[in-house]
Every structure is written in C-alpha cells, then in structure tokens.
C-alpha cells in the first residue's frame, strides 16, 4: 500500500523543512503495517510556530483585530475544505487509531466543521463590546479580548473532533494556535493543515508540530505562550497544571473519567441498546467520558448483566474501515497490554468474566481485544475505580437510588454519566444529584451548545457552548468619565 508521508511541517503558513531529520512513523492499528510517517517536530520548531503565531497575533492589523465577520468568512473557507477532505480524514483517523469509520464520519469528519460554524455564529451575533452604566458617575465599556496564543496538546483518541473544541473558538475569538498532536494520530492533523493553508487561513494563525511529551512540555512552559489548553491524562494534567500553576498561565483541562451508568429498576434496557452501545463501549472503549461503571438494581442484577453479556459478545469485531464493524482495534500495542493487564488485575481480584477477556480468534494482527463484561463486583475494585480506556465494564449492585447516586460519586472522577429509566423525568431528578460535569438522560451526547469537561480529577475548565469560546476571552474594562 502507499504510504502517506510529510517531509515538512506546516509553520507560519507555510511546509517548512523542520530543524531535526527525525521522523514519527505511523502504524495501522488494524494491520500494523507502517501507513506514513511525518517530521519529529523539536523544540525549536516550537520555537518558530511560536514566533509565527505570536506575529501573527501581535501585529497591528493581526488575525486578533480582525472584525469577528471577516473571521467568520475565513472559517468558513477552512470549514468547506474540512468537509472536501472529510471522507480522507475519517479514513487515516480509522487506520491509525482503530475508530470505527462510521463514529469517524460524525466525529472526525463532521463535528470539526460543525464546530467552525457554531462558534463563528456566536463571535458576529454578539456584541464585542458592551457600554455599561457605571455606578460611579461614568460608563464602563467592557469587551471580551482574545487571550492570545494557544497552545494545545490533544490525545490519540478523538484527534480531529477534540482539536476542534480547541481550534474553533479559539480562531473564533481571535486568538492564534500551536498544535501538538499525538504521535498516534498525526496524519489527519496534518491534512488539516492542507485544509488550512488552502482556505488562506493568514500566515501563523495555525501552526502544527508534532512530537512526544517533551515536546508537548515545552511548548506548556514557552514563554510566548498565553494560554494552554489540554486533553490528555490526569498524569500528564497534572505535571501541565504545575507548570500552568508556576507560570500563572492560564490552563484548561479535559482529563480521564471512570464514569456510572445508572439503571434504574423501571429500566427498558433491551430497548435502549443502541444509545446504551454508545454510552459504555463506542470507539473501543477509547473515550473519556464511556461510562465504565454500570449500577444495575439487586432486583434485576443478573437480568441486566445478561443483558449487557449478550450487547457484548454479539458486537461486530473487525476492520474499523468496514462500516459494519462496531469494536475496532485499540489504537497500540501499549495500549492493549494495559487493558489486558486490568483483565487480569480483574480476574485476580474475584470479578466474574461474563464474556470477553481474551483476543478474538482469527485476526492475528492488529491490536484486537473482546469487549470485556465483568459482574459480581463491587465499586472498590482496581478496575471499578481506575481508568482502563479499553472496552470493559464493570457491573455492580446496588440496593435504592440513594446508593446507587452515592457509588456514582464515589470516584475520584466525575466527566460523564447517565441514567436510564422508562420514566425521564425520574432519572433526570437522579442526574441532578450526580457529582460530574454531564450527564445523559436515556442515551448521552456531547451537544455543542453546552458546556463540556470534568469536576475532581477530570480536569479545570469547560469545552462546547458558549462557556468554550470564553475560555478564549480575557474581559477588558474600559472606565470612561462622567460626561459633563
Ligand atoms: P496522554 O496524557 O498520555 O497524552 C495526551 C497528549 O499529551 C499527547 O499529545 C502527549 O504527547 C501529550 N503529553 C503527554 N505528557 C505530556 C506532558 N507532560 N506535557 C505535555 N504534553 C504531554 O493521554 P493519552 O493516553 O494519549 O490519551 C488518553 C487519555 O486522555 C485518557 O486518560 C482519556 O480519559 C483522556 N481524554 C480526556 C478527554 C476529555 O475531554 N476529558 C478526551 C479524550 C481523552
């Protein structure tokens, strides 16, 4: 097969040769094969993307200064050639991370330019500046600055759809972005580059640099960075969050999650089984806010575990490029070796296996692994209270609501969640009491009309809505006299 491979890197506007001949290669998570490969950014094209982003925000007439309309017009160009290249996007973010193609077509196709468009929306139908009556004799006008230039590391996992939580508010607003990709999932990012240096995005206004954590440290603590805007591990959040903390820099967070599914006992959960599928195992198990942790009534316990053994064990297992494949491969070789070493830690804690655990028969290569069903267990155990980022669920009981909402709060985490009920408005009164920054009622979706992101370990700060674009924004205020 052709490899796709980038000698240069996309800097300033330009493919520029990078400084170090190193390469990152890519493999298919699928067949293992090498698909491409592109330039190791280093720390000093860090250096350069920092120069061009802060050029480009800086001047006089900057990408900042810009009428949010005139803006908009460029983010609509970059939007048009997002989707032009969106059937080739979904593809290498497929083979490279094992993303079933059809949650890659919504996800990495789609939501990006969704995205563009909504926050472009809401920059040209707000005011940018408001004159309030002040309470001192004179007027204050208060406007909603860009906070500068962005740095932003993303994972692996969701690679386009979360770079554009980033991205799209963020030139919205005015501010100028430093990209750094995950090694895993760098050739989509770097058609995204194509896309934007076709729709003219301005020279600087985004800039990509691939490369592992030291890399990814770097640009958190370059100097000409405002703001860092991170997805990624608790980990790696937390040495971000200490070096945002020691900078005074601003910093959000999008972290790991262990969130509860809560059945309640009225429960039709054979009938829900889609919206469920894509509540506890879609994209592999490879997203933050899967519910991991399944609460299932004492009533109905072995009921419901049978029901979810049965969803697992007749899920289609294959090559994510076939749109009838429903659980991929994960996206290494590490990262398969953890999930395996949690199956393990499970069996050895006493959990019952009620279907999967093992690697499917019959495809030799790629990173595949059952979707995994654990019951009999209790909200203590290693993998009910630690973050896997496979496919496998835990199953606990629980005896009424008020438990059942107490071992949804008992984690160190809190980013998503769910309840699932027969009566709606009954399991949305269970879903105010749950401790995490969202919550679905009967299925769950990231809606970009609302906030996003985590409380507790999962991280600081909110992605989607209105409150994404502000974490963009700096306020600014402007004391002007008593007129006479
Ligand atoms: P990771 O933290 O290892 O890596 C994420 C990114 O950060 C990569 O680009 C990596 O190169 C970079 N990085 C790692 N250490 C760094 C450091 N010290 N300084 C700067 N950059 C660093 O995470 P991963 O394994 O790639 O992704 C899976 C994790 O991401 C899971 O924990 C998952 O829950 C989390 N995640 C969270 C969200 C969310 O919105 N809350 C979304 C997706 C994934």
Redesign the pocket.
Known sequence: MTTIDYPQLYIGGKWVTPVSHETIKVHSATTEDRIGSVPRGSEADIDAAVVAARAAFDATDGWATWHPKERAEVLERFAVELEARGAETARRVSMQNGMPIWVAEQFEAGFPALLLRYYSGLMTNAPVEEARPGMMGGTSLVSKQPVGVVGA??????PQG?TF?KLAPALAAGCTFIL?????TVLDAFLMAEAAAAAGLPDGVLNVVP???D???Y??AHPGIDKVS????????R??AE?CGRLLRPVTL????KSAAIILDDADLSGMIEPFFGCTLLNNG????LNTRVLAPRSRYSEIVDTITDLASSLAIGDPLDPATKIGPLVSKQ?RDRVEGYIAKGKSEGARLTTGGSRPAGLDRGWFLEPTIFADLDNEATISRE?I?GPVLSVIPYSDEAEAVALANDSVYG?GGSVWSSDPERATDIARRVRSGTVGVNHYVNDPVAP???IKQ??MGR?LGPEGLHGFQVYKSIYLPPTA
């Open positions: 590391i993303v994972p692996w996992n969701v979360i939580l750094k990709p995950a090694e895993e490369g592992g954590r890399v990814g440290a640009l958190v991170f997805t990624g591990s608790t980990t790696a959040g040495w971000i070096t999008e972290l790991g999650g490879q997203i933050c806010w990262q973050e980022f980013l996003f992101g985590g999962s991280g992605e």
